[in-house]
Structure formats: C-alpha cells, structure tokens
C-alpha cells in the first residue's frame, strides 16, 4: 500500500499538475516520433520508461515509436563467430548478418509490445488497454555499392505509408517501427533507426521528433544547451567535437527541423521521467532543435540578388532553368518575389507582364532543395499569379522543361507556341523546346 502524502507534497503535487496542464492541452492531438536505441530495451528501467510513453499516449499524443536493434545485432553476429562492419557510418549487412538483423529486431520489437500491453493492478499501466501496431509500413531501397563498400543488405527510406499509420494513429493505436524495410521485390533491409525516424517525422508531418539517446544527450557538465537553433546545431556538428552517435542524432534533428518538423528535442534517457519532464515542465530535461526565424515572403530587393543566384545557379546547370546572367538578374530584379528564411532565400518566382496581351509569364521558380514538399512552391505560384493580375493580365503562361506534371496539377493547361504574346515567341529557345503551359486567372 502507498504511503499517504503529507500536506506539503499533495501541495507541490497540485503545482506541479497545474503548471504541466498547458502542456497537457498543447500536446493533445498532436503526433509525436519518438526514437530508442536497442540499449534501452535492455536497461533494467526500460519498463519504467514504457509507462511513460503509455501516459503520454493516453495524455491525447499519437505516438510513433521507433526503435534501434543495434546492440542486440552485434550480439547475435557474435554468437555465431562473426564481427560487426561498418563503413561510412553505416553498417555493412552481407547474407551472412541478415538473419541476425532480422531476429535482434524481431526480440526487441516483441519486448516492446510485450511491455506496452501490460495491464496488471497497482502499476503505472493497470487500465491502459494499448492497441500497438506493427507492421510494413516502411519500404526500403540498397544502399548499393558506395566508394567501392558494397554494403550488401544495408538499405535507405525509400517511401513511408503515411496513410496508413496515420489510419491506425486515427483509431488510437501506437504505431511501433524498426530498423527493417522491404523493397516491393520482397526484399529485407537493414535501416538505421534514426533515419527511420526521421523520414517517418518528416512524411507524416510530426509536430515533434524526440530521441531518446544514451548518456546525457548534449549536456556539459551540471547543464547543457536547452534550446538550439539549426544553424547553431551546425556550427556544433561542424566543429567535429560530438561522439559519433550523438552527432548523427544532432544532424537528423537538424535535418528534421529544416524539413519542416518544428521541434526537435534530444534527451538522455537515462534520468528517470525525462521524457516527461522534457514534455510537460518548463525547462525540460534535454535540448530543443528548433528552425530558425521565420519565413518571410516580399518583394526581392537589390541586396536579394546573391541569395537569388546561389538558389538558381545549380538549378541552371542542370539544363532546369534558361540561365540568366547576372547584369539581367540585376535589371530584374524587381520583378522577383522571394521567400526569405532567418536570412536565406529559400524560394524565388518572377513575373514578366506583356499588358498589350494582358498576359504574364511566370519564370525562374525555385525553391531549395532543403525545403522542398512543404507548399513553398505553390505560396510562390500564388504571389505570382496576385502580381500578375495587379499587372492587368487575365492569364498567365510558363514555360517548363521538367515541371509539366506539377502546373498541370495546379490549373495549367498545355498551349502552343503560337500562344505566346508576340515578343515573347520571337524570343523562343526552339532548341530547348519548353513546353508552354497556360493558366486562366480568376
């Protein structure tokens, strides 16, 4: 039987509660990847930490876990006489590591599920009643053969089906993945699980990604950095000083955050509760990776011209965009509009009128590839189409190489050069031979 509170602690326990209650409301609904490595199954407070997770899922979060199988590999390939490899951070699995890969991530997928549905009295998780899905959610591609490594059964994300965690996500289900994908060929590979749990945050749109990491995370001494920007992250990963697993960590946060997850946060598990902590208390218990500043989306001004170039210059290269010198670039810049990020351009468009048609040509749309899949290309088209109809045109025509499909989909339809406003069609690359696409404004 517990021990009755005393008056002072039911005090400092009503505190606490009503001080975690925002908390409690901001994370309701919202979905959460949260990633574990193999040690942690294994640590004697693992099943502490699972009670955790059960609150938070039943505090209204949807929960993806993720989880690593990286030390129970090691041993299974130990067993059976066999060393580990590695090369270029990744592990190399040959025929011979596969079954060891498949059965390391099977125990501890089965641990976790095991933990996940306990329901006994007097435990954190009596009354819980998990539903927890696991299943192919993940498909893989090789990896391939990299500066002469052929790492064999090593794979990379290839595609997430969001429709269908976020289905099971929808009918109150935590949705449980590992470091294994499958390839439609019916193929098994070996995946890094932070990796999974990157690309699973990034594709499903996650308002968080949290890893779970061993030690203390990035703390130094009594304290660490609470909150960092990404580009502050950067400079930390650039100055090389981090352990190796605690700088790929650092690097997908990073990576999570520039693809438009909004907070990253690293916590070291090993402190009991600091995963709530981290959630539900002001200071938390790890380190927030969150993106920089805010984007911005104007009118492109003179000192723009730099950022502009570097966004589109590759984009040139690539044979994508006609190339502009940059004379040009500076005569028109006025007529560019830009989408600025903590001081970056991120993404471009430009709008050339021709009022005696009242049409307006769409050029030079770009965003980088960093921030690709978020809807900046189609804020963008829709800054273009407002400065063209300012413009007086009642129609808007573009000519593309490689992006057909994408302003097709957004209301364009195929046109003939002989479509073209008069100057423009003298100005015609017939080389090139870019499609002319043509938008109706309303």
Same mark, same amino acid.
């Given at each position: 039987?517990?021990?009755?509170?005393?008056?002072?602690?039911?005090?400092?326990?009503v505190?606490?509660?009503?001080?975690? /209650?925002p908390?409690?409301?901001?994370?309701?609904?919202?979905?959460?990847?949260?990633?574990?490595?193999?040690?942690?199954?294994?640590?004697?407070?693992?099943?502490?930490l699972?009670?955790?997770?059960?609150?938070?899922?039943?505090?209204?979060?949807?929960?993806v876990?993720?989880? #690593?199988?990286?030390?129970?590999?090691?041993?299974?390939?130990?067993?059976?006489?066999?060393?580990?490899?590695?090369?270029?951070?990744?592990?190399? *699995?040959?025929?011979?590591?596969?079954?060891?890969?498949?059965? $390391?991530? %099977?125990?501890?997928?089965?641990?976790?599920?095991?933990?996940?549905s306990? %329901?006994?009295?007097n435990?954190?998780?009596? #009354?819980?009643?998990?539903?927890?899905? /696991? #299943?192919?959610?993940? *498909?893989?591609?090789?990896?391939?053969?990299r500066?002469?490594?052929?790492? @064999?059964?090593?794979?990379?994300?290839?595609?997430?089906?969001?429709?269908?965690?976020?289905?099971?996500?929808?009918?109150?289900a935590?949705?449980?993945?590992?470091?294994?994908?499958?390839s439609?060929?019916?193929?098994?590979?070996?995946? /890094?699980?932070?990796?999974?749990?990157t690309?699973?945050?990034?594709?499903?749109?996650?308002?968080k990604?949290?890893?779970?990491?061993?030690?203390?995370?990035?703390?130094?001494?009594?304290?660490?950095?609470?909150?960092? *920007?990404?580009?502050?992250?950067?400079?930390r990963?650039?100055?090389?000083?981090?352990?190796?697993?605690?700088?790929?960590v650092?690097?997908?946060?990073?990576?999570?955050?520039? %693809?438009?997850?909004?907070? $990253?946060?690293?916590?070291?598990?090993?402190?009991?509760?600091?995963?709530?902590?981290?959630?539900?208390?002001?200071?938390?218990?790890?380190?927030?990776?969150?993106?920089?500043?805010?984007?911005?989306?104007?009118?492109?001004?003179?000192?723009?011209?730099?950022?502009?170039?570097?966004?589109?210059?590759?984009?040139?290269?690539?044979?994508?965009?006609?190339?502009?010198?940059?004379?040009?670039?500076?005569?028109?810049?006025?007529r560019?509009?830009?989408?600025?990020?903590?001081?970056?351009?991120?993404g471009?468009?430009?709008?050339?009128?021709?009022?005696?048609e %009242?049409?307006?040509?769409? #050029?030079?749309?770009?965003?980088?590839?960093?921030?690709?899949?978020?809807?900046?290309?189609?804020?963008?088209?829709?800054?273009?189409?407002?400065?063209?109809?300012?413009?007086?045109a009642?129609?808007?025509?573009?000519?593309?190489?490689?992006?057909?499909?994408?302003?097709?989909?957004? @209301?364009?339809?195929? $046109?003939?050069?002989?479509?073209?406003?008069?100057?423009?069609?003298?100005?015609?690359?017939?080389?090139?031979? /870019?499609?002319?696409?043509?938008?109706?404004?309303?």
């Amino acid at each position: 039987m517990s021990e009755r509170l005393t008056a002072a602690d039911a005090q400092r326990f009503v505190a606490w509660f009503r001080a975690a /209650s925002p908390y409690v409301h901001t994370h309701r609904g919202r979905t959460f990847v949260v990633h574990l490595d193999g040690a942690a199954v294994e640590d004697p407070a693992f099943p502490a930490l699972v009670h955790d997770l059960a609150l938070v899922h039943a505090l209204g979060v949807r929960l993806v876990l993720v989880h #690593g199988a990286r030390p129970q590999i090691d041993r299974c390939l130990a067993e059976r006489g066999l060393a580990p490899r590695y090369a270029q951070g990744l592990r190399v *699995t040959d025929a011979a590591a596969l079954p060891c890969v498949e059965a $390391a991530a %099977g125990a501890v997928r089965v641990r976790i599920e095991a933990l996940l549905s306990m %329901g006994l009295p007097n435990t954190p998780m009596a #009354g819980a009643r998990l539903r927890v899905v /696991s #299943g192919n959610f993940v *498909t893989a591609r090789p990896v391939g053969v990299r500066e002469g490594v052929d790492f @064999g059964h090593t794979g990379e994300v290839r595609r997430i089906d969001v429709a269908g965690i976020r289905r099971q996500l929808d009918e109150g289900a935590i949705v449980l993945l590992g470091p294994i994908g499958h390839s439609p060929t019916g193929e098994v590979f070996n995946l /890094s699980a932070e990796a999974v749990a990157t690309q699973a945050a990034l594709r499903l749109r996650a308002d968080k990604l949290i890893f779970l990491v061993e030690g203390a995370g990035l703390a130094r001494g009594r304290r660490g950095p609470r909150e960092l *920007t990404t580009a502050e992250a950067e400079r930390r990963l650039a100055r090389g000083r981090l352990p190796e697993g605690l700088a790929r960590v650092l690097a997908d946060a990073v990576a999570a955050c520039r %693809g438009g997850v909004p907070r $990253a946060h690293i916590v070291g598990r090993a402190r009991d509760g600091a995963l709530l902590l981290e959630l539900y208390t002001r200071d938390g218990a790890g380190t927030l990776v969150s993106a920089e500043g805010f984007e911005e989306l104007r009118e492109a001004r003179i000192e723009d011209l730099p950022g502009i170039r570097a966004l589109v210059a590759p984009l040139e290269r690539q044979g994508v965009l006609v190339p502009r010198p940059p004379e040009r670039l500076e005569a028109e810049v006025g007529r560019f509009a830009v989408l600025e990020r903590d001081g970056m351009i991120v993404g471009t468009a430009a709008v050339y009128p021709f009022p005696e048609e %009242g049409v307006a040509e769409l #050029g030079c749309l770009a965003v980088h590839p960093d921030y690709r899949g978020e809807g900046r290309g189609d804020a963008l088209l829709r800054e273009a189409e407002r400065r063209a109809r300012a413009e007086g045109a009642r129609r808007l025509f573009v000519l593309t190489t490689r992006a057909v499909h994408w302003f097709r989909e957004r @209301g364009f339809e195929p $046109a003939d050069v002989r479509d073209l406003p008069v100057r423009r069609r003298a100005l015609y690359n017939w080389q090139r031979r /870019s499609k002319v696409l043509v938008k109706t404004l309303a």
